[in-house]
């Protein structure tokens, strides 16, 4: 256990140098990441129709996706306006600007009607979350019947040497120094195994299946 209560991490980035950033080691190191996540989009089978991606940071994951799924559509929100500024940009350098659509949003109040989604997406981001069953509440209202969702996180319960030895590589690839200790931050504010598993019980999502990657926790419908 890296901590035995969470300290969440609410506040969203808005240091527009720190965003410019992280867009920079997202675009560098993120392929692999992208290719993970997007062959358990196509084995939940989804390779067409209109995705949320939530928490979507400079928008990495959904423009890599759209890539690959020229048949997907995608709206991408997060709270911090910087990171959509730098999410819009990376869009028309990717020339997907027409299909991957960047505005403000919060994940407690998802701006899409009922039964609206295809797919939901939310990397990295429930760590952020003071209320994360707020955000699979929201989930779940926008997604169609049969909808499918992959959620990621850090997990607060990752093996105490996997973590160090995550933690000691994020500090070699990351030189600037107000994100060093940033991975560190984000596994305290992680939900563990055991308390994400009572939030989706609790939650209106249904038939999800949850399972432990390295440092990870992986959420996916079934
Ligand atoms: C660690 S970043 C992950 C970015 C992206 N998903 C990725 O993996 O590259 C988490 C993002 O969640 C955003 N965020 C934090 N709280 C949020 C909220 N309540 N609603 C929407 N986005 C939020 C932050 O601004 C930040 O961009």
């Excluded at 240091?15 to 084995?43: C, G, N, Q, W």
């Excluded at 997060?78 to 940009?89: F, G, K, N, R, V």
């Excluded at 690839?173 to 989706?200: H, M, P, Q, V, Y």
Aim: contains cysteine.
């Amino acid at each position: 256990m890296i901590a035995d209560k969470r300290i969440p991490e609410c506040s969203p980035l808005e240091d527009e140098s720190l965003t410019e950033y992280y867009s920079r080691m997202a675009k560098r190191h993120m392929r692999f990441p992208i290719k993970r996540v997007l062959s358990r989009i196509k084995a939940l089978g989804v390779e067409q129709g209109f995705a949320l991606d939530v928490g979507t940071g400079p928008g990495i994951f959904p423009l890599g996706i759209a890539r690959a799924l020229p048949q997907m559509e995608f709206l991408a929100i997060d709270l911090s306006p910087a990171m959509i500024q730098t999410a819009q940009a990376n869009a028309r350098e990717t020339g997907l600007e027409d299909r991957v659509h960047f505005q403000i949003g919060s994940a407690y109040a998802l701006p899409l009607p009922d039964k609206s989604v295809d797919l939901v997406l939310c990397i990295h981001t429930m760590h952020h979350l003071e209320d994360p069953l707020a955000f699979m509440n929201e989930a779940a209202r926008v997604l169609k019947q049969g909808g499918k969702y992959v959620i990621v996180d850090l997990r607060r319960d990752a093996p105490k040497l996997q973590a160090i030895l995550f933690n000691l590589l994020w500090r070699i690839f990351i030189r600037e120094a107000r994100a060093r200790d940033g991975l560190w931050n984000s596994l305290k504010a992680a939900l563990t195994l055991e308390e994400c598993k009572r939030l989706l019980r609790s939650s209106a999502l249904s038939r999800w299946r949850l399972y432990p990657q390295a440092i990870e926790m992986w959420i996916e419908s079934c």
